[in-house]
T-cell receptor, first 112, second 113 residues
Framework: GENVEQHPSTLSVQEGDSAVIKCTYSDSASNYFPWYKQELGKRPQLIIDIRSNVGEKKDQRIAVTLNKTAKHFSLHITETQPEDSAVYFCAAFYTNAGKSTFGDGTTLTVKP | NAGVTQTPKFQVLKTGQSMTLQCAQDMNHEYMSWYRQDPGMGLRLIHYSVGAGITDQGEVPNGYNVSRSTTEDFPLRLLSAAPSQTSVYFC????????????FGPGTRLTVT
């Protein structure tokens, strides 16, 4: 089955700095790669996603890049703010089969 | 729209007891799924459904049953609870997986003693 590895497990940055989280996947059939933000005690919420036919997507301070050949994708957050502090999860979906595999999460702390 | 709702929010079971976690959505979504989230880990797919009457197993299906008799509801049954099933359970739904956002319910925190 699919295996998703996410790094780093914890990340601490100063307010205004950039943060990068990386994920690798193993199954070349995976075709949809969302990123979720989860605050303590809350449900995961989608922040950005990318499909396998796209190499990069940007939404204001957040961007995601996908390298299908190397089977890795990354989340980039620029100009970080304290409210960006949360756990971030990457996931790889094989949508034709309804399957999804999540990474173990990255705890991002933005220091004011 | 209420979105995705789950009941109960909290539950404590004794080993061997059975129960059903309820999930409902009012967005006419075809795809629904159940995940469990253990401390310090990501979500793991238990079961999913691509439409009423159709269900399939995810990564960790053992000890759980599902059914999908209507588009709106997707209950998860624990057949004989074990301490290893202590976790937070999330239900999620999407109009079309990969084409539209997957929305999560608020979660059910289950403890099995």
């Amino acid at each position: 089955g699919e295996n998703v590895e996410q790094h780093p497990s914890t990340l601490s940055v100063q307010e205004g700095d950039s943060a990068v989280i990386k994920c690798t996947y193993s199954d070349s059939a995976s075709n949809y790669f969302p990123w979720y933000k989860q605050e303590l005690g809350k449900r995961p919420q989608l922040i950005i996603d990318i499909r396998s036919n796209v190499g990069e997507k940007k939404d204001q301070r957040i961007a995601v890049t996908l390298n299908k050949t190397a089977k890795h994708f990354s989340l980039h957050i620029t100009e970080t703010q304290p409210e960006d502090s949360a756990v971030y999860f990457c996931a790889a979906f094989y949508t034709n089969a309804g399957k999804s595999t999540f990474g173990d999460g990255t705890t991002l702390t933005v220091k004011p | 729209n209420a979105g995705v709702t789950q009941t109960p929010k909290f539950q404590v079971l004794k080993t061997g007891q059975s129960m059903t976690l309820q999930c409902a959505q009012d967005m006419n979504h075809e795809y629904m799924s159940w995940y469990r989230q253990d401390p310090g880990m990501g979500l793991r797919l238990i079961h999913y459904s691509v439409g009423a009457g159709i269900t399939d197993q995810g990564e960790v299906p053992n000890g759980y049953n599902v059914s999908r008799s209507t588009t709106e509801d997707f209950p998860l049954r624990l057949l004989s609870a074990a301490p290893s099933q202590t976790s937070v359970y999330f239900c999620a739904s999407s109009y079309s997986l990969g084409e539209y956002e997957q929305y999560f319910g608020p979660g059910t925190r289950l403890t099995v003693t």
